[in-house]
């Protein structure tokens, strides 16, 4: 997740800008697969010759930053103040009252306030 929009203007750009590379790589590959003609295209000798082996392999499954909150006005998920988990955040400032996640931007009302830590 970048931060961004705050005073210090202390943005990663080298790591965005490889970012990116690696999502617009994921995109022509996902595109290829759209189409099963073109899928063929990707199960070639560079590929192959490119790709490491991954032995012993599983599935796995890693945190990554996403928020949770009471939307209003989603176009996928209808109602007000809903109860929702964003997809993965890729940037956010909190000076700016905005999100990124990977599918839209979130305008950012109040934050949590823990009412247990109010004594």
Not at 3 to 32: C, P, T
Not at 63 to 68: A, D, E
Not at 69 to 93: A, K, M, N, Q, Y
Request: charged share 30%; proline share 7%.
């Amino acid at each position: 997740m970048y931060h961004f929009g705050n005073a210090n203007g202390d943005l990663d750009h080298d790591g965005i800008s490889l970012d990116i590379e690696r999502l617009e790589g994921l995109v022509a590959d996902l595109m290829a697969v759209k189409f099963p003609f073109d899928c063929r295209r990707l199960y070639n000798e560079r590929t192959l010759s490119d790709a490491p082996l991954l032995e012993d392999w599983r599935q796995a499954v890693r945190p990554v930053p996403r928020l949770v909150g009471f939307s209003t006005g989603h176009p996928l998920l209808p109602g007000c103040e809903r109860p929702i988990v964003t997809s993965d955040i890729w940037l956010f400032s909190e000076e700016l009252r905005l999100a990124r996640s990977m599918s839209r931007w979130y305008r950012l009302g109040n934050p949590f306030r823990d009412m247990s830590k109010d004594n």
